[in-house]
């Protein structure tokens, strides 16, 4: 073997020497780039699990907080239409009085609440009161009663007030304390959610 053919199979024994230590150099350095890119993407996946989390609750929580507001918008809503409703009921109502008003029947009543006060006074002095709007029944009741009977300077919409001040008796059978009565304890029943 010449020099030149020594030299000629060195130079390829130690560059196939360098090509496989080379080759294991790349193949050590591409592991260690793999491990770091995998513990890179399993982080990496943790973190956006982890947002995903996060915002599915954050957007829960906006959700919750805007089905609160708009359920309380929706409270707001149906209170300020039931005191509508109410009021608008009540206005009927005292329209369906005052037509009442203008019945034989309603005098009927007041003979009737007028006699039942006076069984109540048994003989003890009693004054009896009734509405001014009433004021031309006057003559009429007390012909069919027997009972003297005053015409109040106070509007009670309607009905009787007798006292009894020996016993200091308010017998109270006029419209207005009742409508008022109602009127507080009034609450629209039913339907879903509604009271």
């Keep these: 073997m010449t020099i030149e053919e020594k030299i000629s199979h060195l130079q390829a024994a130690a560059m196939e020497e360098a090509r496989t230590e080379g080759n294991a150099i790349m193949k050590k350095h591409e592991d260690a780039l793999m491990g770091v890119f995998?513990?890179?993407?399993?982080?990496?996946?943790?973190?956006?699990?982890?947002?995903?989390?996060?915002?599915?609750?954050?957007?829960?929580?906006?959700?919750?907080?805007?089905?609160?507001?708009?359920?309380?918008?929706?409270?707001?809503?149906?209170?300020?239409?039931q005191k509508e409703l109410k009021k608008e009921l009540f206005r009927e109502v005292e329209e369906l009085i005052r037509d009442f008003m203008k019945t034989e029947e309603y005098k009927r009543l007041l003979i009737e609440y007028i006699n039942k006060s006076a069984r109540f006074a048994d003989g003890a002095a009693i004054t009896i009161y009734i509405n001014p709007t009433d004021e031309d029944k006057k003559d009429y009741l007390e012909e069919h009663t027997g009972m003297a009977l005053t015409v109040s300077k106070e509007d009670f919409i309607g009905g009787v007030r007798a006292v009894i001040r020996e016993r200091n008796i308010l017998i109270d059978h006029a419209?207005?304390?009742?409508?008022?009565?109602e009127y507080r304890e009034f609450v629209f029943r039913g339907g879903a959610g509604v009271e």
């Design 175 to 181: 419209f207005k304390g009742a409508i008022e009565k």
């Design 38 to 81: 995998e513990q890179h993407r399993i982080e990496a996946t943790r973190q956006s699990e982890m947002r995903v989390k996060a915002e599915r609750v954050h957007a829960k929580q906006q959700l919750n907080m805007a089905m609160s507001k708009a359920q309380l918008e929706l409270k707001r809503e149906l209170g300020k239409t």
